[in-house]
């Protein structure tokens, strides 16, 4: 009874307390309240003090595109008290690139000129050194050229994830380290995070789960996550857009880039009409097997697909729901719950393992299929190791719609990503 004793005791001690307090003139209360913001805001200060003089003077590359997005990551770095110089990437040359059937409007234009000036201005708005590389040829040979060879087997590959797998997180961060030894970390825009766990180093996703970007990033090496840094974790888009108004960045009002990966927007057909010859066939509907329509090429459609097919006179939207590459033939189907559109069993030949064993991770994960769309609840049904190269089956709770052969199947615990592989 002893203990119950006291318990007792110091709760009927703490009500009168609170009782008396309630007596009180308001401002005293309201005194103590102040007080203990003060405390609070002193103490976050101080460890904005101590994570300042402990990044003073660490050296990190922060890759510059010219964006609002790089401009925020290289201002809060040095905010942070690191030492940033920045780099600006050539990775598409319209003319070199033989880009020439096609007349670009203003908005697909992405100028590789006006982007270096607006990182320039950037750089020299901060204070900081801007240093322009050049991976033209790396880019067309290790992103580009797969890209084609997917397009020409039927499939609808993902440049950006290509792109950060052989360019932005190798070339790039092979390059910095071997010629500038006395950088630590390298830094990028990108909308994602990682953290250590029992001294491994794991992608995780931005706190901004719309913008989150870690889908594009899937495919990269694990091993150099330990030396990347990315300063828009915890933000959200909008609040990143608020710090470079607010900072006065020259390129704070600049929109958002889209399209391809350093290539821009552009009108999908016309632009690979550049490197593969078009080729009329029959758009065929799956309820009736008759020709409804002409396309341009079988491999100028993605599964999913309902703009550009120009089927009028439909009484029912039309979605592409196939493809036969070898008699060039393009198949469609009416509604939008077709049951063809959809898939639970998704397979990737070739999956980059993020995470310590693939195969040994159990229970409920989260799948995705596109950048734009939901996670989807499934789990792990086989891994198996073909040669080095890791075969992953995975089974969704639900039918996952339009899931499309080329693109990536991302997969997720929590809110570390496992890793991704092309969709077989």
């Known amino acids: 009874m002893g203990n119950w004793g006291w318990i007792v005791t110091t709760s009927l001690v703490s009500l009168i307390l609170i009782y008396l307090f309630s007596l009180i003139d308001g401002s005293f209360i309201n005194s103590?309240?102040?007080?203990?913001?003060?405390?609070?805001?002193?103490r976050k200060r101080e460890q904005k003090q101590d994570e300042e003089y402990e990044n003073y003077g660490v050296k990190v590359a922060v890759g510059l595109s010219g964006g609002v997005d790089s401009a925020v990551t290289a201002l809060l770095l040095k905010e942070q008290g690191y030492d940033v110089k920045?780099?600006?990437?050539k990775n598409w040359d319209r003319n070199q690139n033989m880009e020439l059937n096609n007349v670009l409007t203003e908005d697909e234009l992405c100028s590789v000129e006006e982007d270096y000036k607006d990182a320039k201005e950037v750089a020299d708005f901060l204070g900081i050194e801007l240093v322009r590389i050049d991976f033209t040829k790396e880019y067309w040979s290790l992103v580009f050229s797969k890209f084609l060879k997917d397009i020409e087997n039927g499939l609808t590959p993902n440049p950006d994830i290509l792109c950060n797998k052989h360019i932005k997180f190798d070339k790039f961060v092979e390059y910095i380290f071997?010629?500038?030894?006395?950088?630590?970390?390298?830094?990028?825009?990108?909308?994602?995070?990682?953290?250590v766990i029992d001294g491994?180093?794991?992608?995780?996703?931005?706190?901004?789960?719309?913008?989150?970007?870690?889908?594009?990033?899937?495919?990269?090496?694990?091993?150099?996550?330990?030396?990347?840094?990315?300063?828009?974790?915890?933000?959200?888009?909008?609040?990143?857009?608020?710090?470079?108004?607010?900072?006065?960045?020259?390129?704070?009002?600049?929109?958002?880039?889209?399209?391809?990966?350093?290539?821009?927007?552009?009108n999908f057909p016309d632009f690979i009409s550049n490197y593969i010859d078009e080729k009329e066939g029959d758009i065929v509907e799956t309820e009736t097997n008759k020709v409804i329509g002409k396309h341009r090429g079988s491999l100028f459609c993605t599964i999913g697909?309902?703009?550009?097919?120009?089927?009028?006179?439909?009484?029912?939207?039309?979605?592409?729901?196939?493809?036969?590459?070898?008699?060039?033939?393009?198949?469609?189907?009416k509604g939008t719950g077709n049951e063809l559109f959809f898939t639970k069993e998704i397979v990737t030949d070739d999956f980059n393992d993020l995470s310590k064993d693939i195969s040994k991770i159990k229970g409920k994960i989260w799948i995705k299929v596109r950048?734009?769309?939901?996670?989807?609840?499934?789990?792990?049904?086989?891994?198996e190791n073909n040669n080095g190269k890791i075969r992953v089956e995975v089974i969704s709770k639900e039918g996952i719609k339009f899931v499309t052969p080329g693109q990536e199947l991302v997969l997720y615990k929590d809110d570390i990503v496992l890793g991704g592989g092309q969709i077989s």
Do not use: W
């Open 32 to 42: 103590i309240k102040s007080y203990i913001k003060e405390v609070i805001a002193k």
């Open 178 to 195: 071997n010629n500038y030894n006395d950088v630590k970390y390298v830094a990028t825009g990108h909308y994602a995070n990682t953290r």
């Open 305 to 333: 697909q309902r703009s550009g097919l120009n089927l009028g006179g439909q009484t029912e939207p039309h979605y592409v729901s196939g493809k036969d590459i070898e008699n060039n033939i393009v198949y469609v189907s």
């Open 86 to 89: 920045s780099f600006f990437m």
């Open 371 to 383: 950048h734009s769309e939901i996670k989807y609840p499934g789990h792990i049904e086989k891994v």
């Open 200 to 266: 491994e180093t794991y992608l995780t996703t931005n706190k901004d789960e719309f913008k989150d970007q870690t889908y594009f990033l899937a495919e990269i090496d694990k091993s150099v996550l330990p030396r990347i840094k990315f300063p828009l974790a915890n933000f959200t888009k909008p609040e990143v857009r608020e710090i470079a108004l607010n900072a006065k960045l020259p390129n704070a009002d600049k929109k958002d880039s889209v399209g391809i990966c350093f290539i821009g927007k552009r």
